[in-house]
């Protein structure tokens, strides 16, 4: 068996084998997205529902066109457009599509730990797409993934994670991953934005920005995620921007060249100056475009040995 | 156990597939080779090779193509990890020769055939293999170039050695297979 897991739920779950095998698998799939025809058909007979319990343009369209071009069929489901508004529970919606012969379900939800209850109840295998504070696994392997490419390996590097930890489950998920691989790892921000005792899962903490750009190899900055914050946390953006922000002369001043990522989606001017978005050291759309790869990968991996003598028997007894 | 190509016959059966090969492609202008991953290319990398040397032309496109995501039994088997693949040419409009060790059931080449024609559309297919096992075909494939054809049942197994990798040139037939 590839991989140790029948979901990836959170980093946490996997083993430091299935990370490299999920790289190598990508690395496949990255160059099938720069030929001309960026499509294979392997998964020409799996189906996969994107059920979105949360707002998202870049992963859900990221996991589509991952879908689509390692052959799958793809379904759409938004809680927008759907009956969770009339008060569906969790488990009836997923049932619902399942019965629809779903094979994948990839999903995310504002509550932590969503896909974990799902996968208790449920057979199909589940990615899960990012569930509220906790984690974001496929983000998090294709941060490490760009951090392997552009560095060549991520083990013994050092990445600082910048801005709000506290409500990021691209942080934990990075934490989790890049410890795995042997890298060192700091958070950095303002202390409210800090969870206490962040230090256990063994990380650096620093409340100078500038000090961890000068420790790190690669800054990844994180979004202040304002609609997961119910009480103030800090005075103003503005006043975020001057302490946390980080800008070009900032990174100038440094005795090193230092590379920048950035999860998505950016507040220019506030933790990322523009100058600093578009530099030559970002590697921003560099993660967007491995993300797909990874995505594809992490699909094609889990999509696992079938008993289709079953399925056929199923068919005719119906 | 059946030796079917010690170290001395291999060489000089790669040779002669290699002189076919120039005498119906003579200087490769065209015509590019690509072996299949992962046991084929053991052999493509000597057959480019000879090539080279007979034809004195080192300039030949030569590939590597990884077949994995064009399999038919996906699900059938626990999902592999892929090796790589590695073509840094087109093939629009070239001849192609497709390269594999043993041509057993004829799948792997029916999805190298379909890896292939996504890297564009080449003018002719031949498929050269060391091994044919004839009677054990599931799909209408026939090699162009063959270093030996052997009869075999389904429980027999072609073992192919290469120094690079085993340390020893040598093709044996196995008759149980644990």
């Known amino acids: 068996m590839p991989l140790s897991v029948k979901h990836l739920l959170g980093i946490k779950?996997?083993?430091?084998?299935?990370?490299?095998?999920?790289?190598?698998?990508?690395?496949?799939?990255?160059?099938?997205?720069?030929?001309?025809?960026?499509?294979?058909?392997?998964?020409?007979?799996?189906?996969?529902?994107?059920?979105?319990?949360?707002?998202?343009?870049?992963?859900?369209?990221?996991?589509?066109?991952?879908?689509?071009?390692i052959g799958a069929e793809v379904v759409n489901f938004a809680t927008s457009t759907s009956s969770v508004s009339k008060g569906e529970t969790l488990i009836d919606t997923v049932n619902n599509i399942l019965a629809m012969k779903v094979d994948m379900v990839v999903m995310r939800h504002s509550a932590s730990g969503a896909p974990w209850f799902l996968a208790q109840h449920i057979d199909a295998s589940i990615i899960n797409a990012g569930d509220?504070?906790?984690?974001?696994?496929?983000?998090?392997?294709?941060?490490?993934?760009?951090?392997?490419?552009?560095?060549?390996?991520?083990?013994?590097?050092?990445?600082a994670i910048i801005g709000d930890i506290m409500h990021s489950r691209v942080a934990l998920?990075?934490?989790?991953?890049?410890?795995?691989?042997?890298?060192?790892?700091?958070?950095?921000?303002?202390?409210?934005?800090?969870?206490?005792?962040?230090?256990?899962?063994?990380?650096?903490?620093?409340y100078n920005v500038k000090k961890a750009l000068e420790w790190c190899d690669v800054a990844n900055v994180l979004r202040i995620q304002l609609e997961r914050q119910h009480k103030p946390l800090f005075s103003?953006?503005?006043?975020?921007?001057?302490?946390?922000?980080?800008?070009?002369?900032?990174?100038?001043?440094?005795?090193?060249?230092?590379?920048?990522?950035?999860?998505?989606?950016?507040?220019?001017?506030?933790?990322?100056?523009?100058?600093?978005?578009?530099?030559?050291?970002?590697?921003?759309?560099?993660?967007?475009?491995?993300?797909?790869?990874?995505?594809?990968?992490?699909?094609?991996?889990?999509?696992?040995?079938?008993?289709?003598?079953?399925?056929?028997?199923?068919?005719?007894?119906? | 156990?059946?030796?079917?190509?010690?170290?001395?016959?291999?060489?000089?059966?790669?040779?002669?597939?290699?002189?076919?090969?120039?005498?119906?492609?003579?200087?490769?202008?065209?015509?590019?080779?690509?072996?299949i991953q992962p046991r084929g290319i053991l052999l493509s990398d000597r057959i480019a090779e000879l090539v080279k040397n007979i034809t004195g032309n080192h300039k030949i496109d030569y590939g590597r193509l990884d077949i994995t995501f064009y399999r038919d039994d996906v699900h059938k088997n626990e999902i592999q990890v892929p090796s790589y693949t590695d073509i840094q040419f087109s093939v629009e409009g070239k001849n192609v020769i497709l390269v594999d060790d043993v041509l057993h059931t004829g799948r792997t080449i029916r999805a190298a055939m379909d890896a292939l024609i996504d890297f564009g559309r080449p003018k002719k297919v031949e498929l050269l293999v060391l091994i044919d096992r004839r009677f054990s075909r599931e799909l209408p494939v026939q090699p162009d170039y063959v270093g030996q054809t052997v009869d075999t049942i389904l429980t027999q197994k072609v073992k192919v050695y290469w120094k690079e990798k085993d340390g020893k040139d040598e093709v044996v037939l196995m008759d149980k297979v644990k």
């Not at chain 1, 906790?134 to 050092?158: W, Y």
């Open chain 1, 132 to 159: 509220g504070t906790n984690e974001h696994p496929t983000q998090a392997l294709l941060d490490a993934f760009s951090i392997r490419e552009k560095l060549g390996d991520v083990k013994g590097k050092r990445i």
């Open chain 1, 236 to 318: 103003t953006l503005r006043e975020y921007a001057l302490f946390y922000g980080i800008n070009s002369q900032m990174l100038d001043s440094l005795s090193k060249e230092i590379v920048i990522m950035h999860p998505g989606p950016i507040n220019r001017g506030v933790e990322l100056n523009s100058d600093v978005a578009n530099s030559k050291q970002s590697i921003i759309l560099d993660q967007v475009e491995n993300g797909v790869a990874i995505r594809m990968a992490v699909i094609y991996l889990l999509s696992g040995k079938r008993d289709l003598s079953m399925e056929l028997t199923k068919e005719s007894g119906a």
């Open chain 1, 173 to 206: 998920s990075n934490i989790f991953c890049l410890n795995k691989l042997g890298a060192e790892v700091m958070v950095a921000g303002p202390p409210t934005l800090i969870p206490k005792y962040i230090e256990s899962l063994g990380v650096r903490v620093e």
């Open chain 1, 13 to 69: 779950e996997l083993t430091v084998q299935d990370i490299h095998q999920i790289f190598i698998t990508a690395d496949n799939f990255k160059q099938v997205l720069q030929r001309q025809i960026k499509k294979v058909p392997t998964l020409r007979d799996t189906t996969v529902a994107n059920v979105f319990f949360e707002n998202s343009t870049r992963t859900r369209l990221s996991f589509e066109l991952a879908e689509k071009r």
């Open chain 2, 1 to 35: 156990m059946k030796t079917l190509f010690n170290n001395d016959q291999l060489h000089i059966t790669l040779q002669r597939l290699a002189h076919q090969l120039v005498e119906n492609h003579l200087d490769f202008k065209d015509t590019v080779i690509i072996g």
